[in-house]
């Protein structure tokens, strides 16, 4: 399915994560963030929005390669740094390319793209999480501007971000009817980020609350018509999950290769660990289910490439990737026994951080209910 550019490609970020990211993440783990530097190193390498227009300076290239990126930068250590450039550009700016107006594509896409600026997604609240349905931010037209009053909680890049991709009700009541998204600069006077939340994992991603207090933006920043935001988000929740996997599958890889040069390394009762049976047989399941999850993985990319509706097959994927990601680090973890609670050890990190598929971007509850209406089951 790769041809030699996808390998290319796939060679430069491996050397980039290898030379300029990995070398610094737990400096970043320790700050509670990536800087901003990171951002616009990858947007000069072209690493931001491949699959978005050269007009607006993407390349106007196959999912492949967003699928390269997010599994190349998922082996790099410390999974929230791949996770804040993965929401530039699989979460905050798919809805942004597909049905933004010119005036919204130059303005935030093109720099976004460039790395010159960061963003961010705001769609769930204090007290909708997984309900998308059911949010309650909301934007009231004044005249040539819209209003916008609320908060949003779970941020990624919150701290940071300089506009966010944000989802309202602009028609009373509640539903997925009446509900449009917008860009809203950090800039704009009502808009305060919170302070940085401390997380249990990906340490080395901020992440925060955002409040609107009578925050008004344009017309001009509703991105395609009012009404058509929740199916816009709908839409654009597919690439974030595939964007998701690819990350916990380069984080898989990492993790079991780790492993795998552990138990050679590491001598029990007179032999390598790799010598034991028992050993042996968790790293064949292991690498079983990771190449499972691998070979869906493509299969999801190439409908996404096709521009074939893969909701179903996504959610599947990222389901039993949320599971088998928690199940394989555990083992890892367990494989290196008392290393593999220190933090120093990359197993300790990819164990820690392992919950957070199975909840963001759509919780596994979620993923099942989905896969069971698309089966008729309702």
């Known amino acids: 399915m790769f041809d030699n550019e996808h390998k290319m490609f796939k060679k430069s970020v491996g050397e980039f994560v290898e030379k300029e990211i990995r070398p610094h993440t737990e400096e970043w783990e320790a700050q509670g963030f990536t800087p901003r530097s990171v951002w616009k190193r990858c947007g000069e390498l072209g690493f931001l929005g491949v699959t978005y227009s050269s007009e607006y300076g993407g390349s106007g290239a196959d999912h492949g390669y967003s699928y390269i990126f997010n599994l190349e930068m998922g082996k790099c250590g410390s999974p929230g740094v791949a996770l804040g450039l993965s929401v530039q550009c699989d979460m905050a700016t798919p809805a942004l390319a597909k049905h933004g107006s010119e005036f919204l594509r130059k303005a935030y896409l093109a720099p976004a793209i460039a790395g010159d600026v960061i963003c961010s997604i705001a769609v769930s609240e204090p007290d909708h999480g997984s309900d998308v349905a059911a949010i309650e931010t909301k934007a009231v037209k004044d005249g040539d501007d819209y209003v916008i009053n609320g908060r949003k909680m779970w941020i990624t890049n919150g701290t940071q971000a300089d506009f966010l991709t944000v989802l309202v009700r602009t028609t009373p009541g509640t539903g997925y009817q009446g509900m449009s998204l917008f860009i809203v600069p950090t800039t704009t006077p009502g808009v305060t980020p919170g302070k940085r939340l401390k997380k249990t994992c990906f340490p080395s991603s901020d992440t925060s ?54 138990i050679f390394d590491r001598n029990a009762f007179g032999r390598p660990l790799s010598a034991h049976q028992v050993t042996r047989h968790k790293m064949a399941q292991m690498i079983s289910e990771i190449s499972m999850i691998e070979a869906m993985s493509l299969k999801c990319v190439q409908m996404a490439s096709l521009g074939v509706d893969f909701t179903k097959d996504v959610s599947m994927l990222k389901l039993i990737a949320a599971q088998t990601q928690q199940r394989v680090a555990e083992e890892c973890v367990q494989l290196h026994g008392g290393y593999g609670l220190i933090t120093e050890f990359e197993v300790a990190r990819y164990f820690r951080d392992a919950k957070l598929l199975g909840i963001g971007g759509g919780t596994n509850e979620i993923m099942k209910e989905i896969i069971a209406k698309m089966e008729g089951m309702e």
């Open 209 to 262: 609350e955002i409040v609107f207090d009578n925050a008004r933006v344009s017309k001009e920043h509703l991105i395609g018509q009012e009404g058509k935001g929740f199916v816009y988000q709908m839409e654009q929740f597919q690439f974030e999950r595939l964007a998701a996997v690819a990350l916990a599958l380069g984080g898989l890889k990492r993790c079991y290769e780790l492993t795998k040069k552990y």
